[in-house]
């Protein structure tokens, strides 16, 4: 049999579509075509298909996805679609795949991968280690009735509030670890290309609240996936216009005839610390599917350059000089911290700081375990400036944004 791993050309889609359908269900092949056809960052390249004799026998896709930290941006790269038709099963072509798709990603400067999957130790195999997420729900008759007279809450308008929208999430973002950057591009596509069953009904129930007349925040709420709100925002200072939300919502998933309202979004986002603020009891859940895998470790703490001097800055850090080997599995670099400019390349020197992956990609994304593990790790190092490079912060890559 001739065997040959490349990318996708436009006459693969005949075959490319219903293999995806074959893999994923009846009816999903316009949903694929949407997801990779209408991508804000569509690159034809990182389409991936494997060919048996002429024929597509497996695909995996690769999303450009580029992420906040701070001030600065990282290229992240979601890997999607991952199918094997059921004839060619049990021959490695998903992992022959997969491992293309990194080559890929290293070659093209990305930084970090991501994917979402209920069969982790798969994926482990080459690579991507699990981070665990808290996601919280309340009951919704807990919710107190907030009387807040200033706040109009209405129903989400569609293109008409899309600018405002950007405007909030653009703000709101910022402070969180590893959001997607979003584009003109994608809020303008964003209706489309995200189009899944059940999205009129889910745009219905979502909600825009205003003060003065002006925008300050939005909910995005899905009705028909288990009274779920998937993302949420408001302007800093609109903590009366939060709360107006979070009310709207309680209300909307009782009127539905909801239990608990759930939110996809972890501890410390603004609903949970509204909720907890006001004593309403919050059921912790912890979800396994987002797995992460670093592509390039140096390249990676150069793109988070610009961040890591503002937090050297602001821990009054920026007037040292320090170097030591960072090891984190597979990946090495040799990092530089000179005043509060930060810069890091590849080496095979032995390391100075070992931790693993999953312990990094914890760190990294401001969670304390692997804050702890990675400042423990450099406990030797003189002024040792982990913990202030890798501070707690919220890790929030909204579930709108899955590919």
């Given at each position: 049999?001739?065997?040959?791993?490349?990318?996708?050309?436009?006459?693969?889609?005949?075959?490319?579509?219903?293999?995806?359908?074959?893999?994923?269900?009846?009816?999903?092949?316009?949903?694929?075509?949407?997801?990779?056809?209408?991508?804000?960052?569509?690159?034809?390249?990182?389409?991936?298909?494997?060919?048996?004799?002429g024929h597509v026998a497996s695909?995996?896709?690769?999303?450009?996805?580029?992420?906040?930290?701070?001030?600065?941006?990282?290229?992240?790269?979601?890997?999607?679609?991952?199918?094997?038709?059921?004839?060619?099963?049990?021959?490695?072509?998903?992992?022959?795949?997969?491992?293309?798709?990194?080559?890929?990603?290293?070659?093209?400067?990305?930084?970090?991968?991501?994917?979402?999957?209920?069969?982790?130790?798969?994926?482990?195999?080459?690579?991507?280690?699990?981070?665990?997420?808290?996601?919280?729900?309340?009951?919704?008759?807990?919710?107190?009735?907030?009387?807040?007279?200033?706040?109009?809450?209405?129903?989400?308008?569609?293109?008409?509030d899309r600018e405002a929208r950007?405007?909030?999430?653009?703000?709101?973002?910022?402070?969180w670890l590893g959001a997607l950057?979003?584009?003109?591009?994608?809020?303008?596509?964003?209706?489309?290309?995200?189009?899944?069953?059940?999205?009129?009904?889910?745009?219905?129930?979502?909600?825009?609240?205003?003060?003065?007349?002006?925008?300050?925040?939005?909910?995005?709420?899905?009705?028909?996936?288990?009274?779920?709100?998937?993302?949420?925002?408001?302007?800093?200072?609109?903590?009366?216009?939060?709360?107006?939300?979070?009310?709207?919502?309680?209300?909307?998933?009782?009127?539905?005839?909801?239990?608990?309202?759930?939110?996809?979004?972890?501890?410390?986002?603004?609903?949970?610390?509204?909720?907890?603020?006001?004593?309403?009891?919050?059921?912790?859940?912890?979800?396994?599917?987002?797995?992460?895998?670093?592509?390039?470790?140096?390249?990676?703490?150069?793109?988070?350059?610009?961040?890591?001097?503002?937090?050297?800055?602001?821990?009054?850090?920026?007037?040292?000089?320090?170097?030591?080997?960072?090891?984190?599995?597979?990946?090495?670099?040799?990092?530089?911290?000179?005043?509060?400019?930060?810069?890091?390349?590849?080496?095979?020197?032995?390391?100075?700081?070992?931790?693993?992956?999953?312990?990094?990609?914890?760190?990294?994304?401001?969670?304390?375990?692997?804050?702890?593990?990675?400042?423990?790790?450099?406990?030797?190092?003189?002024?040792?400036?982990?913990?202030?490079?890798?501070?707690?912060?919220?890790?929030?890559?909204?579930?709108?944004?899955?590919?």
């Amino acid at each position: 049999m001739a065997e040959v791993v490349r990318a996708a050309t436009e006459a693969d889609y005949p075959e490319l579509l219903p293999l995806l359908e074959t893999c994923f269900g009846t009816g999903t092949g316009p949903d694929f075509e949407r997801i990779i056809t209408l991508d804000p960052w569509r690159d034809p390249e990182n389409t991936r298909v494997l060919i048996v004799d002429g024929h597509v026998a497996s695909h995996v896709q690769v999303h450009y996805r580029p992420v906040r930290f701070g001030c600065a941006q990282a290229v992240m790269g979601g890997i999607g679609h991952v199918g094997t038709h059921p004839d060619f099963r049990k021959r490695g072509y998903s992992t022959r795949l997969l491992n293309d798709c990194i080559r890929l990603m290293e070659r093209k400067g990305y930084h970090l991968s991501l994917l979402f999957t209920g069969i982790n130790d798969f994926y482990a195999k080459d690579g991507w280690r699990t981070i665990p997420t808290e996601r919280f729900s309340v009951a919704a008759t807990d919710v107190p009735i907030w009387d807040e007279p200033a706040v109009c809450v209405r129903p989400y308008g569609g293109d008409d509030d899309r600018e405002a929208r950007r405007a909030i999430y653009d703000t709101v973002c910022h402070g969180w670890l590893g959001a997607l950057r979003r584009t003109p591009l994608y809020w303008q596509r964003q209706p489309k290309w995200a189009r899944l069953e059940g999205a009129d009904e889910d745009a219905r129930h979502s909600l825009m609240a205003e003060v003065g007349g002006r925008a300050v925040g939005y909910a995005a709420f899905r009705p028909l996936s288990g009274h779920l709100c998937f993302e949420f925002a408001a302007l800093p200072g609109c903590d009366a216009a939060a709360r107006a939300m979070v009310c709207a919502l309680a209300r909307q998933t009782v009127e539905l005839g909801g239990d608990l309202l759930h939110f996809d979004l972890p501890p410390g986002t603004q609903p949970h610390r509204i909720l907890a603020d006001a004593g309403v009891p919050i059921e912790l859940g912890t979800s396994r599917h987002y797995m992460y895998r670093v592509i390039d470790l140096a390249g990676l703490l150069n793109a988070l350059a610009p961040e890591f001097a503002v937090r050297l800055q602001e821990a009054d850090r920026a007037g040292g000089r320090s170097s030591f080997v960072l090891d984190i599995e597979s990946h090495r670099a040799a990092v530089t911290i000179d005043r509060a400019r930060v810069h890091a390349h590849p080496t095979t020197s032995a390391p100075d700081v070992c931790v693993t992956q999953q312990e990094f990609l914890r760190a990294l994304h401001g969670y304390d375990d692997g804050r702890a593990a990675l400042d423990a790790a450099g406990s030797g190092l003189p002024h040792n400036p982990l913990g202030v490079l890798f501070p707690r912060g919220v890790h929030v890559y909204a579930a709108g944004d899955h590919f």
